[in-house]
């Protein structure tokens, strides 16, 4: 029954003020041009003219998870037994909005509907009942249950048809089939049984048994959008048994899932699994960061993967040949040569290709020679003043003497022969035999490789000046006859670890493997426990090999100066940088100035929002505050408008797009993800912690609304969960500067939290932006700092910056010389009172403001400056007069005494004002009754004795001393906002005279 609850208009406190749809959302607007499939037409228009409203109303609205106060409220007449049960479920679930919960499921169970062949009303029918299915969340404030039968049979229509209008749900389908619509709603959830009575539902259009059969598809789409947390979660026999009927046992669940999410590794084998499912006629409708669940023909083989881990190995190799040339790079001192992971993917000839080429980009053209410099500096040793140092010098020279000095480390690492033998060989085929005993005999000074200067300066003695063409063509030849005469070293097989590693992680259906959890724990805790030397992966403690140095991670080993260092990363971690390296141009260190976004479905992709993320990821742009300010500020910060609003500028100009970067990963076409990495540069030079996380954080909070993602904010370009399950929260902050743990003062939040953490947020950053700005009138973000600390002191805080945002206005107003703001003063008052209010709504603390406000009311009927362009000094003076007649009198003074004091000051500050003595002017029926004025006076020394001095400071003057300062500003603010405007002083002035 449901007599007990209040049910829920849209125009309701709950949903506030409905959105004015100045402009689509983006992921409607994406969508529309990503769905142009034949038979996705009736969804396509779904999404034109339904899905904005749900977007509008639902985005916020959680259906799955919350925070521990929303579930207390949710649950406040929940039986006694039960309540504590109850609430613990609804905080244990993962967040999800009803806005996404209502698409997950429409999408969820799309791919049913089309392998079905349900014919176009019937698909109508399926995603008005999917939009509906959830109506007792949308109308009850309280846990409870709306149904269609006996006396609630009126109401429920009633509220049904209002909610289905708002939607825009009869501009999707008929009105005349709205008992059709009800009755699979009310027939989608077993959990609250079935509403099978047909003498509740006596105008439906379609025969029972036909509603029956479509009934089971909206419940397939509640189940899936409510369990599917990971690729192998709908192996429950209700699922089965509907899939089996509706399908008439043609098809099966299956999946394919991985024990961890290592990122563009797992990626790659994700992809790699479902080429091969495709192939059998597996069919994928559900994407996860750690697998896809797919309907597989009931009779088919497994997927093949004998050969996986030769796809993702050649992947990897096709990846790393696009950015061969980023494994080389110059030393200090001069010498280039390759990194260790040139030998991994790239043979010997090529590796010297690269190597040379690479030659002439380090030492371009502008660059200055340096063999001229470095000879003077070794020609005076007494032992080489017998060698010949008459040689041309020349940016040529330096090209020469750097490559081959890099090629004999190639062949010295290739053929693991001797570096002398690898020079020899070299020399030889470069017909420079002669020259061998005297590049021994120069040092190498400071590491500096003068030999190979006076080698590279006698061949372009003796050859004359080569062009760049001739030059290279003088190293490529002389390498590959070193490896005509030595042979082609034997090649290891590239990214060995891969079947092993593969057959560890994956797990398709019925597959019996396990991760080697064991033998990893064994070795971490063998290595620190007994402080061995055994090399450890730095990054993730895998069991597998160690392959390098890699001393940027210290955490997992004890650095020692007495033994060798073994840090290093594991060969999985290795493959996984060379893929960051390529296709997102970044390692796995945490970079100075990025913060990764890690973008988590909200539960799962299907193939429809799969490519609508996919698209949306590649027109990504980065958003400055001020672009972010302009879109939500006329809308006073109201998250509801959010996922109308363009966060990532997917709807922007593309050239102009790109001066606003991103750090995207280039993913090959036509790959299917579960989980999106997104870097967030500072576009700043030299940038601050602070001036690094400001933008990164907001996006955040905000990129959830957007696109319906969880996303977690981190300095690791490692995904810090494997999936989205593996966390409750809607947006997770990992690592923040602790600027926002000043003013925000959390780094994760549920859903129903952003609904005030937004608005604070920006509150925030509008009040930085405002109160700070350099020469060039841009945001100081560093100031962020100072400003969320002050608030994390007090929210009145916010009031002490009006004297700098008026400085700041005023500024602009000179450079531009033209009056922007009539009234600057009262904007920028009612800004503050607004980003103070923002605050306290999220901070949900006692708030003073209340009593300010009183306070400088109560003052305000006897009192008040003169012009709207008085000063601080006169609009405050009541309230200036009552605080230093406490601060200056005994400390044994009464209240009665000092309220009788405050009243006698105020007493002669009237009568100045009155007699003209004073600035100022007093309220007309103040001044025509003295009995009136005298009882508003008594009235205002009463309060600020009582509410101010003795509850709110605690009648400690150090206390009033210590706040008064934040009082004064954040009454000036009310003061102005409620009372500055030019009074008809003439008539004022006569009238005073008058009643004296």
Request: hydrophobic share 40%; proline share 4%.
């Amino acid at each position: 029954m449901t007599d007990d609850f209040d049910w829920l208009l849209p125009d309701s406190d709950s949903y506030g003020k409905p959105v004015i749809p100045e402009k689509e959302p983006p992921l409607v607007v994406l969508a529309l041009d990503t769905l142009n499939n034949a038979e996705d037409k009736v969804l396509r228009d779904w999404i034109d003219k339904v899905f904005p409203n749900i977007l509008d109303y639902f985005s916020l609205k959680p259906a799955k998870g919350m925070s521990l106060e929303a579930a207390e409220k949710l649950a406040v007449n929940a039986k006694t037994e039960k309540k504590e049960k109850i609430i613990s479920k609804l905080v244990e679930h993962k967040d999800q909005s009803l806005a996404i919960h209502l698409l997950n499921a429409a999408v969820g169970g799309w791919t049913l509907v089309k392998l079905a062949n349900l014919d176009e009303l019937e698909q109508r029918l399926y995603l008005a009942s999917v939009t509906l299915h959830d109506l007792n969340k949308i109308v009850l404030t309280q846990l409870g249950n709306v149904r269609m039968d006996g006396k609630e049979w009126n109401k429920y229509h009633h509220y049904f048809n209002i909610w289905a209008e708002t939607l825009g749900l009869w501009k999707f389908i008929s009105s005349e089939y709205w008992q059709d619509i009800a009755f699979l709603a009310q027939n989608a959830e077993d959990a609250r049984g079935a509403n099978l009575t047909l003498a509740n539902f006596q105008d439906i259009q379609l025969p029972p048994e036909h509603l029956m059969d479509l009934a089971e598809f909206v419940r397939f789409a509640d189940l899936v959008a409510s369990i599917a947390h990971r690729p192998d979660s709908l192996y429950q026999e209700n699922i089965r048994a509907i899939v089996q009927r509706r399908l008439k046992n043609k098809y099966v669940i299956r999946h394919h899932r991985t024990i961890e999410n290592r990122g563009l590794l797992t990626q790659t084998i994700h992809n790699a699994v479902l080429q091969k499912a495709r192939k059998v006629g597996w069919i994928a409708f559900l994407f996860f960061p750690d697998g896809v669940t797919y309907f597989a023909p009931k009779d088919s083989k497994k997927p093949d993967l004998s050969n996986l881990a030769e796809i993702v190995r050649s992947h990897i190799l096709r990846t790393a040949a696009k950015g061969l040339g980023s494994l080389i790079y110059r030393q200090p001192k001069g010498i280039i040569s390759c990194k260790p992971d040139m030998k991994e993917v790239a043979d010997v000839e090529l590796a010297a290709e690269t190597l040379i080429r690479q030659v002439f980009n380090i030492i371009g053209d502008k660059r200055t020679p340096v063999t001229g410099e470095r000879r003077e500096k070794i020609r005076l040793l007494p032992e080489l003043i017998d060698l010949d140092w008459n040689y041309p010098a020349s940016l040529q020279v330096d090209r020469l003497a750097e490559g081959v000095r890099g090629l004999v480390d190639i062949l010295n690492e290739y053929y693991e022969v001797s570096e002398e033998k690898a020079i020899q060989a070299l020399l030889n085929a470069l017909d420079m035999n002669e020259y061998l005993e005297t590049l021994q005999r120069i040092p190498a000074l400071g590491g500096v490789p003068h030999g190979w200067y006076f080698l590279a300066g006698h061949y372009i003695g003796k050859n004359g000046n080569l062009n760049d063409a001739e030059l290279e063509n003088v190293m490529m030849k002389a390498t590959r006859q070193v490896i005509a005469e030595w042979g082609k070293p034997e090649q290891l097989t590239a990214f060995a670890f891969l079947d092993a590693y593969i057959s560890q992680i994956l797990d398709i259906s019925d597959s019996d493997k396990h991760h080697d959890f064991e033998k990893e724990l064994n070795r971490y805790h063998r290595n620190k426990a007994n402080r061995k030397r055994e090399p450890i992966c730095a990054v993730c403690n895998s069991a597998f090999d160690v392959r390098e140095e890699f001393s940027s991670y210290t955490n997992k080993r004890v650095t020692s100066l007495s033994k060798e260092s073994l840090r290093g990363i594991c060969a999985v971690c290795q493959a996984e940088k060379l893929l960051r390296s390529y296709s997102l141009r970044r390692s796995l260190e945490a970079d100075d100035d990025v913060v990764y976004l890690h973008l988590y479905p909200d539960y799962y992709f299907t193939p429809e929002t799969a490519l609508i993320m996919n698209r949306a990821y590649q027109s990504f742009a980065q958003n400055v505050f001020s672009d972010l300010d302009k879109e939500l500020a006329k809308h006073n910060y109201d998250p509801k408008y959010i996922p109308r609003a363009d966060v990532f500028r997917v709807g922007s100009d593309s050239k102009e797009n790109e001066k606003r970067r991103l750090e995207k990963t280039e993913y090959l076409e036509g790959q299917m993800h579960g989980y999106y990495l997104l870097g967030v540069p500072a576009l700043f030079k030299k940038p601050t912690d602070t001036e690094v996380w400001h933008i990164p954080a907001l996006l955040t909070l905000i990129a959830p609304l957007t696109f319906g993602v969880k996303v977690v904010a981190s300095r690791s370009t490692l995904p810090p969960y494997d999936s989205g399950a593996d966390f409750k929260e809607t947006a997770v902050l990992d690592g923040v500067h602790t600027y926002w743990q000043h003013s925000i003062g959390k780094s994760s939040f549920r859903l129903d939290e952003l609904l005030t953490a937004i608005p604070a947020a920006f509150a925030v950053y509008a009040l930085t932006s405002q109160a700070y700005r350099d020469s060039r009138s841009f945001p100081v973000w560093n100031a962020l700092n100072n400003v969320s600390q002050s608030l994390d002191t007090s929210p009145l805080y916010v009031f002490h910056y009006a004297d700098r945002i008026l400085e700041n206005i005023k500024k602009e107003e000179r450079k531009k010389k033209t009056n922007q703001l009539n009234e600057p003063s009262i904007i920028v008052a009612a800004k503050l009172l607004n980003y103070y209010q923002l605050l306290i709504d999220y901070y949900q603390c006692p708030s003073p403001m209340k009593m300010i406000e009183e306070l400088v009311n109560k003052y305000a009927q006897f009192y008040r400056a003169s012009g709207k362009n008085s000063s601080a000094y006169t609009r405050l003076r009541p309230l200036n007069i009552a605080a230093r007649v406490i601060l200056e009198s005994q400390p044994n003074t009464a209240e009665d005494d000092l309220q009788l004091m405050i009243e006698g000051y105020l007493f002669s500050l009237v009568d100045g004002v009155l007699n003209n003595n004073n600035e100022g002017y007093i309220p007309s029926d103040v001044v025509k009754d003295k009995n009136l004025r005298q009882a508003v006076i008594e009235e205002f020394a009463k309060y600020f004795v009582k509410e101010v001095f003795n509850n709110y400071c605690r009648s400690e003057r150090s206390l009033l001393r210590q706040n008064i300062n934040l009082i004064r500003h954040a009454a000036e603010a009310w003061y102005i906002k409620q009372y500055i405007k030019k009074p008809e002083e003439k008539a004022q002035k006569s009238e005073n005279k008058e009643s004296n």
